[in-house]
């Protein structure tokens, strides 16, 4: 059974930091993307950033270039997401997913994780 574990979310106050952690089980994950998706209440699920399998290819939403940082480690099957200078409008549940096309269209992922709540109070 594949699943996708994430962990990190919690209340910051604008300006803050959190980490978000994702740790993949239940298959290989080799040659696969990794991201992360958001869905604010009322909006539909949003792309964040996603990293190739080698790490070497990188992409991030406009709304959070030069804030976020995506990365990953293989050995412990998991990928990161580095959240600085947060703001009210970061709010949200973060979505972990996985898949050999990942893209920055929700419905490429092959697989979810079940969402950590990420709250940033002004």
């Known amino acids: 059974q594949v699943q996708l574990v994430e962990s990190g979310g919690g209340l910051v106050q604008a300006g803050g930091s959190l980490r978000l952690s994702c740790v993949a089980s239940?298959?290989?994950?080799?040659?696969?993307?990794m991201g992360w998706f958001r869905q604010a209440p009322g909006k539909e699920r949003e792309f964040v950033g996603r990293?190739?399998?080698?790490?070497?290819?990188?992409d991030y939403a406009d709304s959070v270039k030069g804030r976020f940082t995506i990365s990953r480690d293989n050995a412990k099957n998991t990928v990161y997401l580095q959240m600085n200078s947060l703001t009210p409008e970061d709010t949200a549940v973060y979505y972990c997913?996985?898949?050999?096309?990942?893209?920055?269209?929700?419905?490429?992922?092959?697989?979810w994780g079940q969402g950590t709540q990420v709250t940033v109070s002004s």
């Open positions: 997913a996985a898949g050999p096309l990942l893209s920055t269209a929700p419905a490429r992922a092959a697989y």
């Open positions: 239940g298959r290989t994950f080799t040659g696969y993307t």
């Open positions: 990293i190739s399998w080698n790490g070497r290819i990188i």
